[in-house]
C-alpha cells in the first residue's frame, strides 16, 4: 500500500473550496518587435476587451490597473494606477491602460505586454458614482449585449475596430 503513494496513487476524496480571484490578466508574447505606439495601443485594447470580458463573467469590478512591458532585450517596465472609480467597462480600462502605456514607453522595441487589473470587489458591494451614470449605463448594457454575443456564437464572432489590424496575431481562449 505504501508505493501507492510513492507513486502519486491517491484514493482520497479532492476537496475543493471556490475562491474569488484576486486579480484577473492577461499578456501576450508577440511574434517580432512592436516600436509604434498605434500598434501597442490596438494590443492593449485587446487586452483590456477579455480582461474586462472575464471580470464580468465572474460579476466583479476593479479598483487598480497595471499595464507590463519588456521589450526584446528582456528589461521589465511597469505602471499601475488606482482607477477613478471601481469598472469592468472595457472603455475605461482600456483608457486608463493608455494612459499608463504612454507615461512609460519611451520608444523601446517591445515583445511582450501585459493587462492586469488588481483589488477586485464584488459589483453588488462596490461604490456607484452620482456622475456620468447615462454614459456608463449606455457602456455597461454595449458590454453586456457584446458577451452576450461572445457567449452564443464564439469569442471572436465580434471585436472592435480599433483592433481589426492585429485581431489575426492574438488569439484568446
Known sequence: MIWEY????????VIYKYEEPKS???SITLAKDVQDVESLNEILLA??????YRLRKYNMV???????????????????SKLDMATSNTKDIYLKAKELLR??????????????????TNK?????????????NKQEKLDK?????????????????????IEKDIKFK
Open 145 to 165: 449585449v457584446i458577451d452576450k454575443l461572445k457567449e452564443k456564437y464564439g469569442y471572436s464572432t465580434i471585436t472592435r475596430a480599433g483592433k481589426l489590424k
Open 62 to 80: 476593479a479598483n487598480v490597473l497595471n499595464v507590463a512591458l519588456r521589450t526584446n532585450e528582456f528589461k521589465d517596465f511597469s505602471h499601475q
Open 103 to 120: 507615461s512609460m514607453y519611451k520608444g523601446e522595441a517591445i515583445r511582450l505586454v501585459a493587462l492586469r487589473v488588481d483589488k477586485l
Open 6 to 13: 510513492a507513486n502519486g496513487i491517491d484514493k482520497s476524496e
Open 24 to 26: 484577473i490578466g492577461n
Open 47 to 52: 487586452l483590456a476587451e477579455h480582461v474586462a
Open 124 to 136: 453588488n458591494e462596490s461604490q456607484i458614482s452620482l456622475f456620468d451614470t447615462e454614459n456608463k
